[in-house]
């Protein structure tokens, strides 16, 4: 356990007691909200080394499984629970938040610093070139509603068919993402590490089943209950920072959801292993759009207020286009450097600028 | 003639005296609808297959520029009468329909069922790559007149310049054709097989030319006859059956005037010629951007009611850049797997569905 | 020097002349409007040369950062003029049409020319593919403004934050620019010749640096003087040819701040050297997105009437991603032949057919 114990992240699950000590004194929407954020960082993480233990214990085929589907449960949890209190806007901006985050912040700063220690960074690119394809038929099919309910705007057409519409894109995905991820088990015992699944240490297991499952179990129930103060507290909380809702869900929830990935993303690109680090963001992302944004659509049939369709607004379409043609341009062309990243992270602040502009 | 005999496609025959039989009893509109439907698919194969039995006697030279402009005579032979009956929605629809449908269905069951069988299966990305920028380029023209259309709305200018744009982008595309029908030959003559003519099996001519060419006179009279029913039975068919005039352009005439080609592409897929399955598919699409919608445009000015423009609604335009966005990527990395096949599939299915439900 | 004087280009210096007669005489506005475009072409070209020059003097280092931002200097001299006079408009679109009369008319000429000469066409598609992806993201970066203006007018926002947020667009490329300057330096002292520098001949300078420093101030003083004549005479001069203002800066305005550039590139290429010939088109036309545009943006708050925002039309738009999209697939494919020159000609025609019509 001493490895896990080293990370300096884990000192924020000081946040989770002093977010339950805020809430009893009663201290201000600002702070809660601050400190269940902070609480739900090392949360996060650790439902990822758990999972990630686990899969050491139950072996390479199903450990893949769970790797594969369990690798953004923080970030499904927090948005299940925001779901609920019928807070679509922040949930849909939490998916688009989470892929540009992932393919502009993430890819950008692991470019950038693994490029400003190593300089030309090389990774294979048919494998790259596979991920960013995926991505894109991803993305596509996730703003094909958005075109489709601006279609039917101009023709005096009903909101029901863009619910049936949505509805139908989220089975389609999720018969995508399940086929994906046979494909990808398939792919590995014959061939070549995959790109898609998120990277395993091939270390022996530090803690004993049991724990991981208890471990996954508590961090789960905790950081269900953080989300729960955390989305009780959003609203009060942007009225007196003079944010919008939206830019919660884009920026906020998103880096919140991540950040123990993000940290492993950027620290591989250091170690030169620049495959696996696009990899890691590559992976995320469509993880999001496959697995994440259709379960959503899915569960808000019986869990929200109303039913969420997958229409984004049109800023966020074109955000979420313009990270995809970026990221596949950087993949496709098989190397990497400082300036490559330099200019993701250009996109990302402009981008940034903009949805903190965003009247609502 | 046996090879040709054997083809189970030409069983459909039946449907073209059973069409006259429905007219003759006034069996009702939806079952002349589907009998001319079924009526023209083997007849479409007739017309390939009498074009290249002419093409094995005239030599390579004429013959290519044959098989290179006669490709789609189906599919323009229908176009045609539908244009002269007025019914311009569905003609476009139709061009957006063969292009998204070869680039999305065929291309995606080439490479769903050639990957089941053959695993990984790599063609030449420089080959397959230029195809997919001169589809780029060609749909990047296409799509050029609904970007000005809509331009111009928004400023109050008029529906002329439109038209005026539409037939020098019909001109400028005929001009791009024949040059690149040019660039073909020249190419093949010094260099390696282009990716851009349909298929040329190179066996011995089984029909003499007399035969070949009363074929061709025949199946183009005949195929003239059943699109004049099919055309005639559409607006009664569809309202009965509860589709719209678009969605029987967009699915069901791509599909009957291509059947027989979409065949050859996924049989050759199975055989592992990825490579010519890929320029079939990208090669229809091209000649359909190419050279039938800038005739259509020109046709009808002299044989429509009204002229036809080249502005496409919204959500056509929308699938007809994610099909060639996809289909480039797909091209361009050089290697397919089933799992690329599902996402090109995915990605129709979902469109098929906006199709269905669009309110027009 | 002699090498200089043999350029036919320089006879057109005699518009110089010609202009200030036309002017004392008050020959009318179309004439004089002509007579200062034809002036300022050599004019531009001396700019160019006596750049070059200084930099042999003053050593590589130098030398490569006076070509990087001198590049572009007749242009910005034309738009700087023109953005005092108010017209914002005519800026926007010699930016446009700058950007695409390169990767578009420039990049087509030129492996049109080189391809009828030389056959298929081989580039590194590595350095290529960066300079294609960095093209890609500056116009990424450019576009954002305007997709957020859009989706805002429809939400009641304000036009305030689309200004501030073309402000912040501005100075984060400027930031990029200049990281990209140093990064081109570092990397060719280390490895290769990169893309993005305009070419430098290797030759002994032929001017002393006394005659470059005397060239550069008088071409610059003359090209001022003619810009504020051709801004003086445009709009009556648009007015009696029948054209838009916005005609005249997305067509007129880009050939001529670039004619000579252009002229290389194309030379260039009929040399074969095919990756030099990218190198200037793509350079040239990132030059224009990194730092002419964002530095007019800033100097408007200063000089112009009224700021200038970085909100295109929507033709415009449309326009600069098609030739990004065409640009990248080209580069990308690693290699060239006419018949992709005659695609990016035709992309080109259909596009200025299309601005000419443009109602404003």
Chains 1, 2, 3 share one sequence.
Do not use: C
């Not at 609203?235 to 919140?256: D, N, Q, T, Y």
């Amino acid at each position: 356990m001493k490895a896990y114990v080293k990370n300096p992240l884990y000192w924020l699950l000081l946040f989770v007691p002093l977010t339950l000590v805020a809430e009893l004194l009663h201290v201000g929407e600002v702070v809660i909200f601050f400190f269940s954020v902070l609480g739900i960082v090392p949360l996060a993480k650790l439902i990822g080394d758990a999972t990630e233990e686990l899969a050491l214990h139950v072996g390479p085929r199903l450990g893949g499984f769970l790797n594969a589907t369990l690798g953004n449960a923080a970030e499904l949890i927090i948005t299940i629970v925001a779901l609920r209190a019928g807070l679509i806007e922040l949930v849909k901006a939490s998916i688009t938040g989470s892929i540009v985050g992932n393919l502009l912040l993430i890819m950008g700063l692991a470019i950038l610093l693994g490029g400003l220690k190593h300089g030309t960074q090389k990774f294979d690119r048919v494998n790259a070139g596979l991920a960013a394809t995926q991505m894109t038929l991803a993305i596509i099919a996730l703003a094909i509603p958005t075109f489709f309910a601006r279609a039917i705007t101009a023709n005096g057409g009903t909101h029901d068919t863009v619910e049936a519409l949505s509805v139908g894109v989220a089975i389609t995905m999720l018969v995508v993402y399940a086929l994906s991820v046979l494909f990808t088990f398939r792919r590995e015992a014959v061939e070549v590490p995959a790109i898609e699944t998120p990277p395993v240490h091939h270390h022996e297991p530090t803690w004993s089943k049991r724990t991981a499952l208890v471990v996954l179990g508590l961090s789960t129930v905790a950081i269900a209950w953080l989300s729960e103060v955390l989305v009780g507290a959003v609203e009060p909380a942007v009225a007196a920072m003079g944010l919008s809702e939206f830019f919660v869900g884009i920026i906020i929830i998103p880096i919140v959801g991540n950040a123990a990935e993000h940290l492993v993303a950027v620290t591989v690109a250091r170690q030169n292993k620049m495959e696996l680090s696009m990899s890691i963001a590559l992976g995320s992302s469509m993880q999001i759009a496959l697995l994440v944004a259709p379960l959503l659509v899915l569960l808000s049939l019986f869990i929200a207020p109303e039913p969420m369709d997958l229409v984004f607004n049109p800023f966020e379409l074109e955000a979420l286009g313009a990270a995809t043609i970026i990221a596949a341009f950087v993949a496709l062309d098989g190397e990497s450097n400082w300036m490559e990243g330099i200019q993701l992270l250009a996109v990302f602040v402009i981008l940034a600028i903009g949805f903190f502009f965003l009247p609502f």
